[in-house]
Structure formats: C-alpha cells, structure tokens
C-alpha cells in the first residue's frame, strides 16, 4: 500500500503543469457562480480571508473588489507566474494580497487564529480523502474562534441529479472497472464514494467523490461546527459552510 505521505505528495503533484495561465471556473447556470457571487457578497467578513487554490484569480478579484478585507491570503499549489495571477489581479492588489505558492497541506506559512473566513471552490473536487482530512486539521489551527469556512467538494449523488446528461464524467474516474457503462445509477455511486481515496493521474488532475456524508465527519472530526452542510447555490456540487 502507498505511504501516506506518498499518497499526498500524489495528489500535489497531479497539478504541476495544468492550467497553464491559472484555472477559470467559468460560468454555468448549473454550477451558478453568479449565485454564489451573490452569497458572498451578502455574507463574508472579517478582516483576513484565506482562498484555497486561487487559479488564475477569478475568485480572488471579485472578494478583493468588494473591499470586505484587509488581508486576503491566496494558497496554491501552482506558482502565481504560471497562474499568471498577478497580470489578472494587477499590481496594486498585493497592497492586500499575499499569494503562497505552497507544497503540502499543512499551511505553515500562516499563523496560527489568523483567519477569519476560508474560501474555496472548484479544488477539493481534485484533492483526495486523504488530502482533504489532512487540509481540515491544518485548518483548524490557522482558524480564529468563529472563522466561518465555505468550501465546495464533490458528492456523486448531487452530481447525478443536477446533470445525469454527464454520467460519463464519473465514470472516467473509475478506469479498472470492466463493463461499467452497464452500472446502474446506485452502483456507480457506491463505487465513486470508495475511491474517494484513490490515486491521482499524474497527467490530469482527476475529480475524488467523497460526498456530503463523508465530508461532514472530517469536519466534525476535526473540531468544527456545521452551519449547513450544504447551502444549495450550486446545484451540481455541494458547498458546506462551517465554523470553529
């Protein structure tokens, strides 16, 4: 069995040369970004921010816009030259901006009761069980008291609901199956929550389905507080919003 730390250094290292010029979400009815633009606009706060898996920005611009914080801490497994982050924020944004081209799960580049909100989207889809339990530890020990943290993942079941046009995406996540296209709708997602501490493909990141009941223990586990397990803005992947 692959060490653990191993498996880890897997995981980070799955997204070392993609997205060449920084990760876009884009814009989708279904994944309803404007939505949850409305949602933070309404609801962050605090002075300091932490986003997880900044990209190219497109996230980071539009909370540092609202003028909300004064620190926003950007984390990254990928080099702000190669996200080309700064060209897309702008200079004068590192006024208030700190980007950390980071390596491991641990966040030791930020203090300790730091944070007062963690932000992300579109990335702990692509980081392991393993590598998510290990994120949410470190987590709590950069979290001031009443941090709220709004984080969005992968469950198969919402998955197939919001868009069963696309039952392929979570087949390909599952390549040693022999005849899965003859999979019904429970056994895929049975098989896609069993791998959600599966291996990385080194040449693409690939999507890890833990899914809202599995999440939820890694938060409780890890000493947080559930606000909702899903605040339902996104209809094809959850986004649980917690706090210490």
Not at 103 to 120: K, Q
Not at 194 to 200: A, N, V
Request: glycine share 6%; proline share 2%; charged share 30%.
């Amino acid at each position: 069995m692959i060490e653990k730390k191993e498996k880890l250094k897997q995981d980070l290292a799955a997204f070392e040369k993609v997205w060449h010029g920084g990760y876009f979400t884009g814009y989708s009815k279904k994944r309803n970004q404007k939505g949850l633009e409305s949602y933070l606009k309404s609801n962050l706060r605090g002075d300091t921010l932490l986003e997880i898996g900044c990209g190219g920005g497109q996230w980071t611009k539009f909370i540092y816009e609202l003028g909300i914080f004064k620190k926003i801490i950007c984390v990254d497994v990928l080099s702000a030259e190669h996200n080309k982050f700064w060209e897309n924020l702008g200079e004068e944004s590192k006024q208030t901006i700190e980007y950390l081209h980071i390596d491991n799960f641990e966040l030791s580049d930020i203090e300790n009761e730091s944070l007062d909100y963690v932000f992300s989207y579109d990335v702990f889809c692509h980081i392991s069980l393993s590598g998510t339990n290990e994120y949410i530890k470190s987590l709590y020990l950069k979290c001031r008291k009443n941090c709220n943290l709004l984080i969005m993942y992968a469950d198969p079941r919402k998955y197939l609901k919001s868009e069963p046009e696309n039952r392929d995406h979570l087949i390909k996540y599952l390549p040693s199956r022999k005849f899965i296209y003859r999979l019904s709708d429970k056994t895929l997602i049975k098989d896609a929550l069993s791998d959600s501490d599966g291996l990385q493909n080194n040449s693409e990141p690939r999507w890890f389905w833990i899914g809202i009941d599995v999440f939820k223990q890694i938060i409780l586990k890890n000493q947080f507080k559930i606000i909702k397990e899903d605040i339902d803005i996104d209809k094809t992947n959850p986004i649980s919003l917690f706090v210490k």
